[in-house]
DNA sequence: GGGCCGGTGAAATTGATTCTCAAATTCAAC
DNA sequence: GTTGAATTTGAGAATCAATTTCACCGGCCC
C-alpha cells in the first residue's frame, strides 16, 4: 500500500548495491547480540530489523516507522527509535547525521567504511571511498598530535539529473 | 547523559586566530550589508556582533547569548538566533554543525575555507587546510557527475593532551 | 505629531528524540 | 505447561534547540 506519499525516501545508490546482509542474516545477528547480553527477542524487534534490512538507502525513523507500520500498526515510534539505537550499538548499522535534522540509518553488514555526496536538490544520496582521501587525513591528524577514531565527509551539491533539470541556480 | 552544566565554549586553536576581523570593522560591514536591504541597525544587533567578533572559537547562540547578557540582560534570545541568522546570510559568520546537537557560529571575514578536527574528550576544535584533500574530493565529485557547492569534513578524536591523560580507554 | 515599518523580547510552538510508567511479553527454571 | 523475575512495549509527557508569534517600541518621513 503506498501510504500519502511524504516526503520521499532519499534515493541512493548508482550501482546495484553493495549491502551484504539479507534480513534474515540481520534477525540472527542481532539476536545473538542481544542474547550475549541478557536483553530479549521480541517480535517488534524481529519486524522492525526485518524492514530495515529489506529496505535499502539511508533511512529516517520516521520513514522506518511508516514501512514497520504498514506491517504492525502498533508498533509505536518509540520502540523504532530504541530498535535502531540497539542496531547502531551492536554495529550493524550506522547513523548518520546530514544536514536535514533528522538521524538517519543505513545498514552497515559487511560494508566498508565510505563518504557521501549528496544532492541538495533532489536528495539522492550517493556514496564512494577514496583510499588517498583517508591516507591524506590521517596524516593531517597526526600533523596535529590527533589520534582520529571517526570521520564524516560530505560533499553537497547537484547530481547529474539535477545539473540538467535546472541548468541555473 | 547531556551533562548539564555548562559545558565549557570549545577550547579552540593551538596558534594565533587567524581571524581577520575586529569588531568595528565586521559592525561596520554588516551595517553596509542590512542598509543595502533596506533593514535596519540596532543597538542590539551591534552588540551581539560586537561580542561575537570579540571572542573566539566556535560558540553556539547560547554561549553567545550569556556574553551578550553580561554587557545588557535585557537582550532576547531570539534576537541573537535573528542576529546571528542575519550574520551567516550576508556571509560575515559560518554556521558550523557539529554532533552536539547545537549550531555554532565562527567568523568568516578573510578567512578561507577550513575543516576541523575535533577532541572528543576536551571538546577543542583545531582547524586545518588541506589543498590536496579538496582537490581529490572535487575529483571524485566530478567522477560521478556532481557539482559540489560545499563540503563539510571532521575528523573526530583524541587530541593530544588528552591522548596523554587518558593513556587507555 | 501621527503613521509606517521594521525590531524587540517573552512566551508559545515546532520537531526530533528521549523518558516515564503501567501493562504485556519473554524466557529460564520448575 | 506454569511461574516469576526481568525486560520490553506503547502512549503520552518531557526535553531541548530553534523558530514563530504577537503586542509593544522607536525612529523617520511627510
Redesign the interface.
Known amino acids: 500500500m503506498t501510504t500519502r506519499s511524504q516526503t520521499p525516501a532519499p534515493r541512493a545508490r548508482?550501482r546495484p548495491p553493495p549491502d551484504a546482509a539479507t534480513p534474515a542474516e540481520a534477525r540472527t545477528r542481532l539476536n545473538e547480540w542481544i542474547a550475549e547480553r541478557g536483553l530479549k527477542a521480541t517480535r517488534q524487534r524481529d519486524l522492525i530489523v526485518d524492514t530495515f534490512f529489506g529496505a535499502t538507502g539511508h533511512l529516517s525513523v520516521d520513514e522506518l516507522l511508516s514501512k514497520v507500520q504498514e506491517r504492525d500498526e502498533n508498533i509505536g515510534a518509540a520502540t523504532v527509535y530504541r530498535t535502531m539505537k540497539i542496531l547502531a550499538d551492536s554495529g550493524l548499522a550506522s547513523p548518520r547525521?546530514f544536514?536535514d535534522g533528522q538521524t538517519r540509518y543505513e545498514a552497515a553488514i559487511g560494508r566498508h567504511h565510505h563518504d557521501h555526496?549528496i544532492?541538495?536538490s533532489c536528495h539522492a544520496i550517493?556514496e564512494?571511498e577514496?583510499e588517498?582521501?583517508e591516507e591524506?587525513?590521517d596524516l593531517?591528524?597526526r600533523q596535529?598530535?590527533?589520534?582520529?577514531?571517526?570521520?564524516?565527509?560530505?560533499?553537497?551539491?547537484?547530481?547529474?539529473a539535477c545539473?540538467a533539470r535546472q541548468p541555473k541556480r
Open positions: 548508482v547525521h544536514e555526496l544532492c541538495t550517493i564512494f577514496n588517498r582521501i591524506l587525513q593531517v591528524a596535529h598530535g590527533f589520534l582520529v577514531t571517526r570521520h564524516k565527509l560530505e560533499l553537497y551539491g547537484l547530481c547529474k545539473q
